[in-house]
């Protein structure tokens, strides 16, 4: 999982340095699967800041119940949205910024 997070973070600041991502999300009109696109990738953003340092805790704690339960819930749903982040990144190709 950190991994992952890692990987989206460098993915997100890569795209911003070559096409200007924020100026593009601010400035120009989006359909419903393009803002549904950045609204899903910044929601597993937000999550992988919760999800990732929760399971460091998991990882030297692990007979905590209640950090797994949390841990593996979170994670969970920030799986399925970056999933949906991912199906909906296809509405983004081809698009002129």
């Known amino acids: 999982m950190q ?6 973070y460098t993915l997100l600041v890569l795209i911003e340095l070559n096409k200007s991502a924020i100026d593009t999300i601010l400035n120009k009109s989006l359909s419903l699967f ?3 696109h950045i609204f899903f990738s910044s929601l597993t953003l937000a999550l992988y800041l ?3 340092p929760l ?3 998991v ?4 007979t905590h119940s209640k950090l797994i339960h949390w ?3 979170l994670g969970w749903l920030t799986f399925f949205l970056r999933s949906l982040g991912f199906i909906l990144m296809f509405s983004m190709m081809g698009a002129d910024f």
């Open 59 to 62: 990882y030297f704690n692990p």
């Open 50 to 52: 919760v999800v990732v």
């Open 55 to 57: 399971g460091w805790k």
């Open 71 to 73: 841990h593996h819930r």
């Open 3 to 8: 991994m992952g997070a890692t990987l989206d």
């Open 34 to 36: 393009q803002s549904g």
